[in-house]
């Protein structure tokens, strides 16, 4: 579990479907991501039922979001194509949109940034956006991430191919 001055980040569970499915719904909020808008309580379910496997298998590690003091679910967060040989991984990060706007997200990247470097010995932490995406492409930023390039039809999302912009930043920068 990692805290911060107004949020927890803890591993993420089979009981936070609900909330999950919240913020996976929201056509607003799935445009930019890699999943696609679930649909039902179920397809919420189904990926959360795949997430402490790969969280033990240090493959994937989401964590939950939220609020303190009284817990409130508020979106997700974490890694992604760990190497630990090459000291690197990918970082993703999914906010209901009711919270948008309050710094949550940057909280919450810097802490994970932080983490990566001092508790897993990664020496890059990197991530990528949509390049329409300027919510996303802030938070990198405003948490010292610096922009690497410009990855044209980068990923097929949603039945079609985006360009994406890619951050990083490096241990010790």
């Known amino acids: 579990m990692l805290e911060t001055e107004r949020l927890t980040l803890r591993q993420i569970t089979v009981?936070?479907?609900e909330d999950v499915f919240a913020y996976g719904s929201d056509p607003e909020v799935t445009k930019y991501m890699i999943f696609p808008t679930h649909r039902t309580l179920a397809d919420s379910i189904q990926w959360l039922q795949g997430v402490p496997g790969e969280f033990a298998r240090k493959e994937?590690?989401?964590?939950?979001?939220?609020?303190?003091?009284?817990?409130k679910?508020?979106?997700s967060c974490g890694f992604h194509d760990i190497s630990p040989k090459h000291h690197r991984l990918m970082m993703g990060y999914v906010l209901n949109r009711n919270y948008w706007g309050n710094?949550?997200?940057?909280?919450?990247v810097h802490e994970l940034i932080c983490f990566a470097f001092e508790e897993m010995s990664m020496h890059r932490v990197a991530a990528t956006?949509?390049?329409?995406?300027?919510?996303s492409a802030?938070?990198?930023?405003?948490c010292?991430?610096?922009?690497?390039?410009?990855?044209?039809?980068?990923?097929?999302?949603?039945g079609r191919f985006v360009t994406a912009k890619t951050y990083a930043?490096?241990?010790g920068n």
């Open 15 to 17: 009981a936070d479907a």
């Open 60 to 71: 994937r590690m989401s964590f939950a979001i939220t609020l303190k003091p009284d817990g």
């Open 73 to 75: 679910f508020i979106g």
């Open 103 to 108: 710094g949550y997200m940057t909280e919450a």
């Open 129 to 135: 956006c949509d390049f329409d995406n300027v919510r």
């Open 138 to 142: 802030a938070v990198m930023e405003r």
């Open 144 to 158: 010292g991430m610096k922009l690497e390039g410009i990855l044209r039809d980068f990923e097929l999302r949603h």
């Open 169 to 171: 930043i490096l241990n």
